[in-house]
């Protein structure tokens, strides 16, 4: 096979890849309480995992979810290597969302609906200079 049906392949498997991520997270945001963290802004999305990290609730193994994804996020080894147009990042999304549907899942239902609360309702910190802080600074 020439250097042009490799192409053409790798082309179809990145198309064939997005779609099936696009259609996962769209299958995901119509279920609950994967719905309401997707929902939610970045930093309300940080705030759970920090919650969720201090709470005593939350087993220790689901704990360790985060660490080992941001650990690997930093790591310069992946899966798929990030110099690889976007195929490196895709793995990377991939992962995070399927650590992200391991901590729902494997966190006790009540728990994550009350930490999603929490977290949709945390304070935003104050603004310097006197400026006002909004729920629309998040991102």
Known sequence: MSWVYWLILLVGLIILFSLLLFLWIRWLAQREPYGSFIRLRTRRKLT???????????PSYVKAIPVVLVVYLAIPFDIIPDFI?????????AL???ALVLIIKLTPRAVVE???????????????AGTIASDDDDD
């Open 85 to 93: 147009p976007v195929l490196g990042y895709l793995d990377d999304v």
């Open 96 to 98: 995070a969302l399927l």
């Open 48 to 58: 759970f995992f920090r919650l969720a990290l201090g709470d005593k609730r939350v």
């Open 114 to 128: 009350e930490l999603l609360a929490q977290a949709q309702v945390a304070d935003v910190p104050s603004a310097k």
